[in-house]
T-cell receptor, first 112, second 112 residues
Framework: QKEVEQNSGPLSVPEGAIASLNCTYS??????FFWYRQYSGKSPELIMS????GDKEDGRFTAQLNKASQYVSLLIRDSQPSDSATYLC????????????FGQGTRLTINP | DGGITQSPKYLFRKEGQNVTLSCEQN?????MYWYRQDPGQGLRLIYY???????QKGDIAEGYSVSREKKESFPLTVTSAQKNPTAFYLC???????????FGNGTRLTVT
């Protein structure tokens, strides 16, 4: 079982709708969780961090963490074509808090 | 402005040659990382360093070497022993303790 699993997509969502991205992880010891956005050919950029159970909202983005069920999700409200990108889920490895483990990413396309 | 500078952006080499990728940061971060990304894949950790003059192997260290002589610099050498060196290489830095990573713009290496 992979440490971090994401549906690779592509996920296609109409403009203005809510995009929902999911990530599951295998090790209960993970403490810090991140969502990165990566445009084609570019480096990842951090869009959300979440450290405790529940929801965290930042503008159109909401991260949700459920440590008991070992999943973290990202909701994008009022999706825009500029949201089209690959979204990477990442979390700290319990083997060493300095290491970040990444999922393979979900490719999201927002259709005008 | 603080940031991470990777150079060059594109690099072409012949098979059998060693090549060194540069990474410099002025964020005053203690920890630095090298990741590799292949098309349609997530990021895989090559090496990381939590402090000057110390570094640890990541998940795919074979065929790579690093040094950390200065806090600001963490160069990566791709040796001829690396069987599939063509990839997108990303350098990152962070403060200790499960903080998010800040990425450079990446170096795309092509070996023929």
């Amino acid at each position: 079982q992979k440490e971090v699993e994401q549906n690779s997509g592509p996920l296609s969502v109409p403009e203005g709708a809510i995009a929902s991205l999911n990530c599951t992880y295998s090790d209960r010891g993970s403490q810090s969780f991140f969502w990165y956005r990566q445009y084609s050919g570019k480096s990842p950029e951090l869009i959300m961090s979440i450290y405790s159970n529940g929801d965290k909202e930042d503008g159109r983005f909401t991260a949700q963490l459920n440590k008991a069920s070992q999943y973290v999700s990202l909701l994008i409200r009022d999706s825009q074509p500029s949201d089209s990108a690959t979204y990477l889920c990442a979390l700290t490895s319990p083997q060493g808090a300095q290491k970040l483990v990444f999922g393979q990413g979900t490719r999201l396309t927002i259709n005008p | 402005d603080g940031g991470i500078t990777q150079s060059p952006k594109y690099l072409f080499r012949k098979e059998g040659q060693n090549v060194t990728l540069s990474c410099e940061q002025n964020l005053n971060h203690d920890a630095m990382y090298w990741y590799r990304q292949d098309p349609g894949q997530g990021l895989r950790l090559i090496y990381y360093s939590q402090i000057v003059n110390d570094f640890q192997k990541g998940d795919i260290a074979e065929g790579y070497s690093v040094s950390r002589e200065k806090k600001e610099s963490f160069p990566l050498t791709v040796t001829s022993a690396q069987k599939n060196p063509t990839a997108f290489y990303l350098c990152a830095s962070s403060i200790p303790g499960g903080s998010p990573l800040h990425f450079g713009n990446g170096t795309r290496l092509t070996v023929t």
